[in-house]
């Protein structure tokens, strides 16, 4: 386990009524956040979901201090990140979008010139060993593929025992196993008490790893919840669903084996009915209904209705 540092206050962030607005009278105005709120609490992981340009980036920019907001409120480990100086700064790690310049230096001499600038910083080898960069620690960093600068950046992000650490989309372009060993790794920070704040894309990353998900969309926040209850109570109601003649039809009930003995009913002794299944929408149903896109299982009430088959 990783440790990180502790102390009282129970909010590592609380947002309220955050504004962005980018564009002039000229080009036109584009409301990127357009009243948002969120709270993080010390030692939990979130997970900010939405859909390209909903105004995640931006949010954790403005969160990180690296952008200005046109209204609203933001505390960041208790500071105005748009006051906050270099103690506030040394406090957060952020693992950002795009990698951060790529040249002559090793991983292990950049990790290390990184650790330098902070007061109470992990073991350079430890966090490179950590995000599974150990045989590469005397490569050049210059050379390195898309996953393995990715890692480093993570390593970057987490050299200086961040007491938060925000992860902007942090396994884009990681192999299968790399993503499930980052996930280790970041469960890990957390056991040790490190608070995480993370945008991604990939619904069983949000699932494996979020105690809360928050849905954006166009710069709000539709919904929030954990990864087992978001959407409310019927959100994850199971949907029988069956071919009836060509048409596909569907149920979404909480009794099941009610409708399913129903339809054997009338498929009569020894019948089948063709095309059954019995699914629970998943966190990726939950959330493309959230943010009005379709989905596999969707589209249902408590009666039968019927859509055709896929
Ligand atoms: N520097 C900028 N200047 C003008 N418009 C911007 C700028 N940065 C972002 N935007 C716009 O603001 C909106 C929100 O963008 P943002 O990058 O915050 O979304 P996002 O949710 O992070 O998207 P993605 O999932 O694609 O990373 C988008 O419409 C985007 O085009």
Do not use: C
């Not at 409120?73 to 500071?79: D, I, M």
């Not at 292990?108 to 966090?127: F, G, I, N, Q, W």
């Not at 898309?146 to 192999?175: H, K, M, N, S, Y």
């Not at 949000?206 to 019927?234: E, F, I, M, S």
């Amino acid at each position: 386990m990783l440790d990180g540092m502790q102390t009282s206050d129970p909010l590592a962030v609380r947002v309220r009524g955050l504004r962005k607005r980018y564009g002039s009278a000229r080009s036109g105005y584009k409301d990127a956040v357009a009243g948002l709120d969120l709270d993080v609490s010390r030692g939990e992981i979130v997970a900010v979901l939405g859909p390209n340009g909903a105004g995640k980036t931006t949010t954790v920019e403005i969160l990180e201090g690296f952008r200005d907001r046109d209204d609203g409120e933001v505390r960041v480990l208790g500071e105005d990140p748009r006051q906050a100086g270099r103690a506030w700064r040394a406090r957060i790690g952020v693992v950002m979008q795009d990698s951060r310049d790529m040249n002559e230096l090793t991983i292990l001499e950049k990790v290390r010139s990184t650790a330098a600038s902070y007061p109470d910083s992990r073991d350079p080898m430890e966090v490179i060993a950590a995000v599974g960069l150990a045989e590469k620690a005397r490569a050049r960093t210059r050379g390195l593929s898309g996953g393995q600068r990715r890692r480093l950046d993570v390593a970057l992000g987490i050299v200086g025992r961040p007491e938060l650490l925000f992860l902007d989309e942090p396994t884009t372009g990681f192999d299968p196993q790399a993503r499930r060993s980052f996930w280790d790794l970041v469960t890990s920070l957390r056991d040790g008490g490190t608070t995480i704040l993370l945008t991604t894309h990939y619904l069983d990353e949000a699932a494996q790893l979020a105690d809360r998900v928050v849905v954006v969309r166009d710069g709000v926040v539709v919904a929030t919840g954990t990864p087992d209850t978001l959407g409310g109570p019927g959100a994850r109601t199971p949907v029988v669903a069956w071919d009836d003649g060509g048409v596909r039809r569907t149920e979404r009930t909480d009794l099941p084996t009610a409708v399913v003995g129903r339809l054997m009913a009338a498929a009569g002794p020894g019948g089948e009915v063709p095309g059954l299944s019995i699914t629970r929408p998943t966190l990726e149903d939950v959330y493309l209904s959230l943010i009005g896109e379709s989905s596999p299982t969707d589209g249902v009430g408590t009666d039968n209705s019927s859509r055709k088959a896929a």
